[in-house]
Each structure stands twice: as C-alpha cells, then as structure tokens.
C-alpha cells in the first residue's frame, strides 16, 4: 500500500512529500532511511510506519530522545494507530500521514482579481506604469522649481523615490518568502504605482472641486476617495499574498486603511496652529471653462458687500449703546454706594 508523507511548516503549508509504497517506511536522520530528515532534533532512526494486513497505520517510536505528539503536541505511546489525514510532530517537526486515496480540496476556479494579477505582472505593463510615474514625479519637480531648472538636480529625488516606491513590493515579497508563498514583487510593485496614479487624478480632481465649492469640500471629496483607493490596494495586496479571497483579508483592509488615516488626521491636528493672525483664503486661479456654476454679476457682488457692512454697522451701535447702559448703571450704583456709606 501507498501512504503519502508530507513535511508541513508552521503555518501548515506543505514544504516537501514523498510517496512511498513499502509495508514498512523509515523515518530519521541517518540514509539509510526512506525519509531522511536533516535536523538536530530527530534521532537517526526516530521513528517507523508500518501499514497492517487489514489496512491500518501504524506508527512506532523507535527510542527516539525527542519524542512523538500528535497536532495537540501530547506525546504519544510507542506503538499508535494513525488515520488519513492525521498530523504527528517529530520533535518539532510537523508532518502529515495521507493514503493516496485520501479526498483532496475542491479546485479553486480563477477569478477576476487573478486574471487581473497576471495582467499587472507583465513587464511591459510595469515598464509603462513606471515611466508614467516617473514622469509626473519629473513635472511635479519641474513645476516646484523657482530658480533655472537642471536635469542633475532631480538624480537625488528620483533616486530617493526609487528606493521608496521599491519597499512595498519589497516588503511583501519578504513576507511571501517567510510564509512559504508565491512571491509577486511585479504585481504588488504594479498595484502601487497605479493607486499613485489613481490618487495624482484625485488630487487633480479635487482641486476643481476645490475652486468651485471651496477647500473643506474638496478636502472631504480627497479624503473619502483616497481612504477607498487605499482600502482597495490593501485589500488586493493581501490577495496577492495568499492567493484567496476571504472575509479576513475585508477586515484587515479596513483595519490598516483605518489606522493609516488616523495617524494622518492625527499629524494633520497636532501642526494647526491654535491661533492664527493671517485669515484663511485659497489663492487657487483656474480657467473660467472649469467653474461648474455661474459667478456673481458685479452689481449684486456690490449691493451685498454694502448689505454687508450695514448689518455690522448695526450690531455695532447696538453693542454701543449696550455698552453705555451697562456704564450708566455701574455709575448709579457707585453713587447709591456712596450715599448710603454717607
């Protein structure tokens, strides 16, 4: 009979199998075993399987100074029955014992987001993605310029933001490798640059809104959709890191997404100033085909500017006269004061 033996990490993902047909398998460190197992821990002849006439597994402790435990890490006897499908610990070792007829998982059907995956992973797709990037990075730096531009004065930003844009990708392919996943460093590296895209057309959007509804308005539109952008770039990140869909990877998205705008907002109230002597104001001036309403005729601008200061006009008299009737009162009780003490 045929038994599958598959090596399992600590996550539970398989990192080696063997499948053997012999009435009774070998396990240990030493070659002359089936399996030989490469670590300090596992004796050079730890343990053996032995499949019965009638079918059964059955696994034996061969003397071993570490030991043998099932999944709930309990030490098992020297002599123990196995079923398919069930895990044992070599020490610290984890392994599974399978028959060949042993059902497997239902095939996962490719979805839209991997379809979407392997689009973004296409060098050429990364390539135009990049100079995209790179050449709005370069019109920004241009635009900021107050003084005569030079080509060797973006070598150190561009670098700079290089090796920033690179510790994404970077960071989840290491965390991939830890977990024994597919590393995707094209497709993570892609999903980056376009939400920095999808985030440049935000900020150019707002700044149309901002000049035409003014700047909280434009502020609460950028924020809302950058927090989206975010939570889905996230969300496909972790998609990429494991491959599945699943509920957890909604609540994680939603839990960094919330934890990065906090953070912002935070950083955002600690520099406003409490008091501020200059008035607020937008000095934003774009051409008039980009005003979605119609502006006010220079005769109503004039009528409600001197509507304006007649209404303050008025609270300041009645501030005055207010003023005078709370002074004239004060004087007469003085005076009432003083005649009394008389």
């Known amino acids: ?39 300090p821990h596992i004796c050079p002849h730890h343990a053996q399987l032995e499949i019965e006439d009638n079918g059964q597994i059955c696994l034996v402790d061969c003397n071993s100074i570490n030991g043998i435990f099932n999944q709930n890490k309990k030490q098992l006897a020297a002599v123990t029955n196995l079923n398919s499908g069930d895990s ?28 979407t995956a392997e689009f973004i992973s296409k060098k050429s797709v990364v390539l135009l993605l990049s100079v995209l990037i790179l050449g709005l990075f370069i019109l920004g730096e241009f635009l900021k310029s107050l003084t005569e531009f030079s080509a060797k004065s973006l070598y150190t930003p561009i670098i700079s933001f290089i090796i920033v844009l690179l510790i994404w990708p970077l960071f989840w392919s290491l965390l991939s490798r830890f977990f024994k996943h597919e590393v995707r460093f094209w497709a ?76 912002l907002a ?19 001036i774009l051409p008039p085909a980009l005003l979605w309403h119609q502006g006010i005729e220079k005769d109503d601008f004039i009528k409600s500017a001197q509507q304006v200061f007649q209404d303050a006009q008025q609270e300041s008299v009645k501030e005055t006269d207010k003023s005078t009737e709370h002074g004239d009162a004060l004087e007469e009780a003085l005076q009432d004061e003083t005649v009394s003490s008389q």
Do not use: W
Not at 88 to 115: G, M, N, W
């Open 88 to 115: 044992i610990y070599l020490a610290k070792l984890k392994f599974r014992i399978l028959r060949v007829d042993h059902p497997v998982a239902a095939t996962v059907a490719l979805t839209q987001s991997e379809k």
């Open 188 to 263: 993570h590296l892609s999903c980056l640059l376009i939400s920095l895209l999808v985030f440049k057309l935000i900020l150019f959007v707002g700044t149309i809104v901002s000049y035409n509804f003014g700047t909280q308005t434009a502020l609460i539109f950028q924020a809302t959709l950058s927090y989206l952008v975010t939570f889905i770039c996230l969300k496909f990140s972790l998609y990429l890191f494991n491959q599945r869909k699943n509920k957890r990877q909604v609540k994680l998205s939603f839990i960094f997404t919330s934890a990065i705008f906090a953070l």
């Open 266 to 284: 935070v950083g955002v109230y600690v520099k406003k100033a409490e008091f501020s002597a200059l008035p607020k104001y937008s000095g934003l």
């Open 1 to 39: 009979m045929e038994l599958i033996i598959q090596q399992l990490n600590s996550s539970g993902k398989v990192i080696a199998q063997h499948k053997i047909s012999k009435q009774k398998i070998t396990l240990g460190r030493a070659y002359s075993n089936d399996i030989i197992i490469d670590d």
